[in-house]
């Protein structure tokens, strides 16, 4: 069953975030869009790379409304070493997010039981708590968060412009199509 369209789960736990422990739960990612990218753990490989990505886009995702939420099945603890230690870690102005219970992968389809860890997965959800994108796969490619951020303004983009739809590699600025009995079979 497909996740797409969906209310996310109720969950509460524990994320590093500027120095801080805070508390990142469903309800406080209500009220504007939200990036959530899991990874595999902290310490790994291609994580840093993907998180030092996602913090030299940052200021995009803010100036579109969103949060960004970097989720592993460690802790907020380790989170916080994982900062204070990795130059690339160190750049990130979110949130990291801590599963150690593993309730957020398991939700989101992206917990690997064996080794209980995470698939790379990117969900973006809008400010109700509905999921709009969702994208998962291995955890040896690592992903281009500046797709990601097309396709958030992709996503706000049809959320304020109902019967509008933004084509293949539409961005911003762009021309959209209004489906109708008109274009089947002219494009």
């Not at 590093?16 to 406080?28: L, M, Q």
């Not at 917990?111 to 999921?131: D, Q, S």
């Amino acid at each position: 069953m497909s996740l797409i369209n969906t209310q996310i789960p109720v969950f509460k736990t524990q994320a590093f975030h500027n120095g801080k422990f805070v508390e990142v739960s469903n309800e406080s990612m209500k009220g504007k869009w939200s990036v959530v990218i899991f990874m595999p753990a902290a310490f790994t490989f291609n994580c840093p790379t993907e998180v030092e990505d996602a913090a030299q886009n940052y200021a995009e995702f803010q100036k579109a409304n969103a949060e960004v939420y970097i989720v592993t099945t460690d802790t907020h603890f380790s989170h916080k070493v994982w900062h204070e230690t990795s130059p690339a870690v160190g750049q990130a102005k979110f949130p990291l997010v801590g599963d150690p219970t593993h309730t957020l992968t398991r939700a989101f389809g992206v917990h690997i039981e064996e080794e209980g860890l995470a698939l790379r997965g990117t969900f973006i959800i809008n400010p109700e708590g509905v999921i709009k994108t969702l994208e998962i796969h291995d955890n040896a490619i690592a992903r281009d968060v500046k797709e990601t951020l097309r396709k958030l303004k992709a996503a706000q983009f049809v959320a304020a412009n109902p019967g509008q739809v933004c084509p293949a590699k539409w961005n911003e600025g762009a021309k959209t199509l209004t489906p109708s009995l008109d274009l089947v079979g002219k494009i």
